[in-house]
Nanobody, 121 residues
Framework: VQLQAFGGGLVQAGGSLRLSCAAS????????MGWFRQAPGKDREFVAA????????AYADSVKGRFTISRENAKNTVYLQMNSLKPEDTAVYYC???????????????WGQGTQVTVSS
């Protein structure tokens, strides 16, 4: 499956962005999905995950209550709604797909190319 993440940009602290991850090649309903991010000089870290049917979600503590992961399998798309953004949310955001429920593991089989999110103070 090929993944493409988009929707990043520059936003002021306290603002919102919605990232999208569009899949092609395979139907997304067969895959659990995750969002990860990587800030300059830091390791890639888990942000959020959703099970193939959207029935189970998981979040990193740092984004709980501010970010929401959702999916529209009919559109082969997964979203990450990011509210109350902070400068420390600045990173390249990646979506990932796997047939297994891997949650925060970095061993997802498929990765998108990433989209830059920059939050100014």
């Amino acid at each position: 499956v090929q993944l493409q993440a988009f929707g990043g940009g520059l936003v002021q602290a306290g603002g919102s962005l919605r990232l999208s991850c569009a899949a092609s090649g395979r139907t997304l309903s067969n895959y659990d999905m995750g969002w990860f991010r990587q800030a300059p000089g830091k390791d890639r870290e888990f942000v959020a995950a959703t099970r193939w049917d959207g029935g189970v979600t998981a979040y990193a503590d740092s984004v709980k209550g501010r970010f929401t992961i959702s999916r529209e399998n009919a559109k082969n798309t997964v979203y990450l709604q990011m509210n109350s953004l902070k400068p420390e949310d600045t990173a390249v955001y990646y979506c990932a797909a796997d047939r297994l429920w891997k949650v925060q593991s970095l061993s997802y089989d498929y990765w998108g190319q990433g989209t830059q999110v920059t939050v100014s103070s």
